[in-house]
């Protein structure tokens, strides 16, 4: 018989190391062995962890969308080491992905480009483009230098299921699917990367995420566009050039909703006799205090700055999904750019 539960390899790695302590070298070796022979392993980045295989071995990349239970015509994620690799993947190279990559890599943002040959259509969903990110998080960029191939990887949760910002989560959510996870620790974003379409002038944004639109102008020199507004429902354009940005996403089971004022529709809830969690930002808030007396109210406090709310969102969602509530009211972040990907990923989340 097969194992059905995953083995975790801790990759301890101190910032002052220059090299993996040899636990960690060992883990990595494994993992690429994995890999290199056609298999799924899951791995931490700084947004989320992700379930990687070799992004030019199209048996392995189906492999992913058999875990995930990933519909095959919303495409991946592919994974380099560095701007090198990158551009070995890319027909061509837009001013707007050289300028975004030179000053952004490593980091938590992916350029879409004109696909090169090596990339095989599954990785694509057929499509013309191709979406590259270059990870902020050594353990990821070491394992691929080691496989010696780029990495296919979309975020290590089921379908639709909240994205994993732990190995934990990855083991609850996607446990009998994956028989290697690395854990390298929670992690630092929390929310997964800006995706930006570079084929296009301006460049567009096709996922908010933790790199503004702000940061994005400021590199590339220019405009970045926001998909236009009419784009932004369900059948849409946008959905089209981005098919994984289906309304319904990054969704716990416990239905969950954003409220303009989360503590009265957190009381209504109680007073119908519903056992609730609340997220807000104002959990000192008098009203607040006075309806968290209650028995069948969990109030989970959240920080006020965007980027820490982040990190910490999909946790909190794994968290209260564990609580056996009958609804998770989140109270609704303010309508600025330094919230959007956080505004983003709850609306999905209550899609
Ligand atoms: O932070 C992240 O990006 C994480 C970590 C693991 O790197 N990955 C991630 O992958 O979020 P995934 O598969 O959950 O989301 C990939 C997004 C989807 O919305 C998909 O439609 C879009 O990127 N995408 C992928 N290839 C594309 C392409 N060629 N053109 C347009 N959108 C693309
Ligand atoms: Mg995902």
């Excluded at 975790?8 to 070796?29: F, G, K, Q, S, Y």
């Amino acid at each position: 018989m097969a194992r059905t539960l995953p083995d975790i390899l801790r990759c301890d790695w101190p910032v002052e190391a220059e090299a993996p302590p040899p636990a960690t070298a060992r883990a990595l070796e494994r993992a690429a062995a994995i890999l290199r022979r056609g298999g799924l392993v899951a791995i931490p980045t700084e947004t989320v962890y992700g379930l990687a295989a070799d992004a030019l071995d199209e048996e392995a990349v189906a492999g992913i969308f058999r875990a995930k239970g990933r519909p095959a015509s919303n495409p991946l994620i592919v994974h380099v080491s560095d701007v090198a690799m990158a551009r070995s993947l890319a027909a061509s190279w837009p001013a707007a992905a050289a300028a975004i990559t030179a000053r952004l890599w490593p980091g938590p943002v992916t350029v879409v480009v004109p696909r090169g040959p090596r990339i095989p259509d599954i990785v694509t969903a057929g499509g013309p483009t191709v979406a590259l990110r270059c990870p902020d998080h050594r353990l990821a960029r070491r394992l691929i230098e080691v496989a010696g191939t780029p990495l296919a990887a979309p975020s290590a949760n089921r379908s639709e299921a909240v994205s994993p910002t732990t190995a934990h989560h990855v083991l609850a959510g996607l446990g009998d699917k994956v028989g290697l996870i690395l854990d390298g620790g929670p992690c630092g974003r929390g929310i997964e990367s800006t995706v930006v379409d570079c084929t296009t002038t301006p460049p567009r944004i096709l996922r908010p995420g933790p790199l503004t639109r702000e940061k994005l102008e400021t590199v590339v020199g220019g405009p970045v566009e926001w998909p236009a507004p009419a784009a932004a429902g369900s059948a849409s354009a946008a959905a089209a050039r981005s098919p994984g940005q289906q309304a319904r996403h990054y969704a716990p089971r416990t239905p969950l909703e954003m409220a303009g004022d989360g503590t009265r529709r957190a009381g209504d809830l109680l007073d119908a006799g519903h056992r609730v969690g609340l997220v807000t930002t104002r959990s000192d808030d008098p009203a607040i205090r006075a309806l968290a007396a209650r028995r069948e109210l969990l109030v989970v406090p959240m920080p006020a700055d965007p980027d820490a709310y982040a990190r910490m969102l999909y946790a909190t969602l794994h968290a209260l999904d564990q609580r056996d509530l009958d609804a998770i009211v989140v109270e609704e972040p303010p309508a600025t750019e330094p919230w959007k990907a956080v505004h983003d990923r709850l609306r999905r989340a209550s899609a």
